[in-house]
């Protein structure tokens, strides 16, 4: 009955919004990572954009003034992770707010002494466990596929990891994932890159370690910054990610049901 309702309300948002041609176009254009959906998983992502829009806040802050390029680029991003899951695991919360360009967050830490700290430091994204996700807008305009950095999908997939408790790296697995499997695949691979990461002993070493794997240094921080850059680097240079680490890769792909390296063999969808 509620299925039923759902899609009901999803066909008539359908009927009555679209995305301008045009619009949708330039979108594809500066992501260009998309291309890997072909025509037809463009198209859904379209659809699923119109209903993330739908249900979404996005404002601007610092003087930011949000348009339809800005709402729709952010849509494109954001919704990646979810095509093959649906618009339900982003539904508790709503609000999505947006900076011209990094921004400054307040942080406290507890260190091994048990001594807290107190950390006021730029930022270009933050998703909240209670609520919703801060962006820059330059950072997700200018999105530099080689790098494998996407700050979008980077804190959606934080807010995936967030579905069953604090981000820990380990989000709800569906049904048929092995929870030993994924354990195998992520703690082994977080250890090794947090070890060639701290082995790194200059910002150049670190630039070329990151060039070697597509996966940006500060995932070495935490398992759940680990999965987050995964995430990254899985949709925009899944080669990458695949040379370096083939469990992680088969169970992100498991995991989004997509298979950036080989869509052809992606998911149908949930």
């Not at 001594?115 to 200018?142: I, N």
């Not at 996407?150 to 967030?162: Q, T």
């Not at 820990?168 to 082994?188: C, K, N, V, Y």
Request: proline share 6%; hydrophobic share 45%; with cysteine.
């Amino acid at each position: 009955m509620f299925d039923w309702l759902r899609r009901r309300r999803q066909e008539r948002i359908l009927r009555q919004h679209a995305i301008d041609d045009w619009l949708w176009d330039d979108t594809l254009r500066a992501l260009d990572f998309l291309a890997y959906l072909g025509g037809p998983g463009q198209q859904r992502l379209r659809a699923l954009c119109l209903l993330f829009l739908h249900d979404k806040s996005i404002s601007g802050a610092a003087g930011l003034v949000i348009d339809d390029a800005i709402r729709v680029r952010i849509a494109a991003q954001a919704c990646l992770p979810v095509l093959e899951l649906g618009l339900d695991w982003y539904d508790d919360w709503s609000d999505i707010v947006v900076y011209p360009d990094s921004f400054m967050l307040d942080h406290e830490y507890m260190d091994e002494d048990g001594v807290v700290h107190h950390v006021r430091e730029p930022v270009t994204g933050e998703a909240w466990e209670q609520g919703g996700v801060l962006l820059s807008w330059r950072d997700a305009r200018d999105v530099d596929t080689g790098s494998g950095y996407n700050v979008v999908i980077h804190e959606f997939a934080h807010k995936l990891d967030m579905r069953n408790g604090p981000p820990d790296g380990f989000p709800p697995l569906h049904e048929g994932i092995s929870r030993m499997a994924w354990t195998q695949a992520f703690e082994p691979a977080f250890a090794d890159f947090h070890g060639r990461v701290e082995r790194a002993e200059s910002g150049e070493a670190a630039d070329a370690l990151h060039d070697k794997t597509g996966i940006d240094p500060y995932a070495a921080e935490h398992p759940a910054e680990f999965f987050a850059v995964v995430s990254e680097t899985f949709f925009l240079i899944p080669a990458a990610l695949r040379l370096s680490y083939p469990a992680v890769y088969e169970q992100l792909a498991l995991f989004y049901r997509q298979n950036p390296l080989f869509p052809a063999g992606a998911g149908a969808g949930a």
